[in-house]
């Protein structure tokens, strides 16, 4: 159990704003950081590569000019439909990006061209069988994506992965799946997690990209309208019900899976929104900065109640 010293500087809580599609942004990365939490975004947020390189530069200027920020992250999609892999990872490798978060492939030689420049690479699992496939790539953390989780989300209990994975990876473990609170910090600790990492509740701050309509249909969702299902994107993932609906889907009835291509998937999830099970949780749009002293003062308050005797 470790998090790496890189991650370590200027970190307040053990914390990731995971990376979000069409939703995280130069501006919320550089607030997160800021506020001592580690920020992170998919490169294919800006629209080509050249645009990505401009991202990081304002983040890299915005964090110097702070002096106390934490480090961020890049969320590279490795999937043969993916065109931008190479060029943006050629960008990556050049700014020598801190962390590199991967989902869907986990790739031996992208794990070495990014150790080669000094940063880390943590990757997105779902299931033991691919922690076991990261492992073996060389990543230095797993994301456990537990049942739940906003995005392409998994089936499993975090209990029983994390107990699974830890008999045979002694990296960073990154537990992923409805954590918005800082009581969900302490109990991804207590669990012997690393680093919670939160996707949805981040939806939900000033500085995310997302819609207003969409931060409002999600402060106003409860778990009972999450659909969990394979048919707006290849791969299973979490949606608002409301935004089935309103893109005029029944969600009782979705048209059959369909395959999962990077060309196609702009046009659906800017139509449909995701959200994980955690919705239930969120009721305000706070500022980024807001939220981490929230985050952190829950999470202070929630060590002293559990080392109360009961
Ligand atoms: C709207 C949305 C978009 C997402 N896009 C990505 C993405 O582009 N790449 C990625 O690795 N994960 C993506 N995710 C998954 C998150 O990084 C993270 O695993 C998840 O949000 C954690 O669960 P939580 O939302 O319950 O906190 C997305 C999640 C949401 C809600």
């Not at 914390?15 to 490169?43: D, H, N, R, W, Y």
């Not at 029983?160 to 609170?181: C, K, N």
């Not at 939900?204 to 997302?210: G, L, P």
């Amino acid at each position: 159990m470790a998090i790496p010293a890189a991650l370590r500087e200027n970190l307040r809580l053990p914390v990731i704003a995971a990376p979000m599609f069409l939703v995280s942004g130069p501006q919320l990365v550089l607030e997160t950081c800021k506020a001592g939490l580690i920020g992170t975004f998919p490169a294919l947020n800006a629209r080509t590569t050249e645009g990505f390189a401009a991202w990081l530069t304002e983040i890299e200027d915005g964090r110097r000019a702070h002096g106390r920020a934490a480090a961020y992250g890049v969320n590279l999609i490795v999937h043969k439909t993916n065109p931008r892999l190479e060029p943006d990872l050629a960008v990556v490798a050049e700014r020598k990006v801190p962390l590199v978060i991967t989902s869907l492939g986990a790739v031996p030689d992208l794990v070495k061209e990014v150790h080669g420049y000094g940063g880390l690479v943590f990757h997105d699992v779902i299931s033991v069988r691919h922690a076991r496939k990261a492992a073996q790539a060389g990543v230095d953390g797993l994301i456990l994506v537990c049942a739940g989780a906003g995005g392409h989300a998994g089936t499993a209990s975090p209990f029983a992965l994390i107990e699974e994975v830890r008999q045979f990876f002694d990296g960073t473990l990154i537990l992923a799946g409805a954590l918005g609170s800082g009581r969900h910090v302490a109990a991804a600790r207590m669990m012997g997690a690393d680093f919670a990492y939160m996707g949805t509740r981040f939806i939900a701050t000033r500085e995310s990209m997302a819609d207003q309509a969409y931060k409002d249909m999600l402060t106003a969702s409860a778990l009972a309208d999450i659909v969990y299902t394979d048919s707006i994107s290849g791969v299973n993932a979490n949606f608002l019900r409301p935004s089935l609906i309103a893109a005029g889907l029944d969600p009782e009835n979705l048209p059959p899976k369909k395959h999962m291509d990077m060309a196609a998937e702009a046009k659906a999830w800017r139509d449909i929104w995701s959200a994980g099970h955690g919705v239930g949780g969120i009721a305000d749009v706070p500022a980024a900065a807001e939220l981490a002293a929230r985050l952190e003062a829950e999470y202070m308050a929630a060590f002293r109640d559990t080392t109360a005797q009961f």
